[in-house]
């Protein structure tokens, strides 16, 4: 593949040298952005090459942007990109970056003793706060009052816990409080009937 300059315009050209088809770049799935960005170097390029020799700082500056322009087209499609410096004319092959190899993480010893600790903790606070609830509405209103917060209490709480599950840390106070609602459940039902 080859970008090019067209009038204002930057194209991507495939192999076949002077004859070869020449495309836009808005409509290869390059992201709208480096497109846009193509297209801006382009009329910068086209711009500095009709003001002539005196602008040769603006020139350095348009040809490094194309070859950083060159380097990314080249890393989002995969392959080859020959670039030819709009102000020299000199032609570059810039070849796609090398994937880096896949890195194993490191597996540590899961930390049993403080986890269950910490999830020991968190049923305890958890039942502890709806027994509390729950008691303190049946004996003050009513059971299905008791009921119905508890319900609101659970609901409330549940999404939170179902998306920390699986935050490293964070998992075992999840694991915790989810043991302590379903118990704490056997404690409304029996304080509110």
Same mark, same amino acid.
């Given at each position: ?17 002077? #004859? ?18 193509? #297209? ?40 080859? +990109? ?20 896949? +890195? ?90």
């Amino acid at each position: 593949m080859e970008l090019r300059i067209r009038g204002e315009q930057a194209v991507l050209a495939g192999p076949g040298g002077e #004859h070869a088809r020449e495309v836009d770049p808005r409509r290869l799935a390059i992201g709208a952005d480096l497109a846009q960005a193509l #297209h801006e170097w382009a009329r910068v390029a086209s711009a500095i090459a009709k003001s002539g020799p005196e602008t040769e700082i603006a020139g350095t500056v348009v040809s490094q942007r194309g070859r950083q322009l060159a380097t990314r087209l080249a890393a989002v499609m995969g392959t080859q +990109v020959r670039y030819v410096d709009p102000v020299t004319g000199a032609g570059i092959v810039v070849d796609p970056p090398q994937r880096p190899a896949r +890195v194993r993480a490191v597996r540590e010893p899961t930390p049993w003793a403080t986890g269950l600790t910490v999830s020991v903790f968190a049923a305890v606070l958890v039942i502890v706060a709806m027994l509390a609830l729950a008691g303190t509405l049946a004996r003050e209103t009513s059971g299905w009052l008791a009921l119905v917060a508890s319900v609101v209490v659970t609901g409330g709480v549940a999404p939170s816990l179902w998306l920390g599950r699986r935050v490293l840390i964070l998992r075992w106070a999840v694991y915790g409080a989810a043991a302590g609602l379903v118990l704490a459940w056997v404690g409304v039902l029996a304080t509110v009937f």
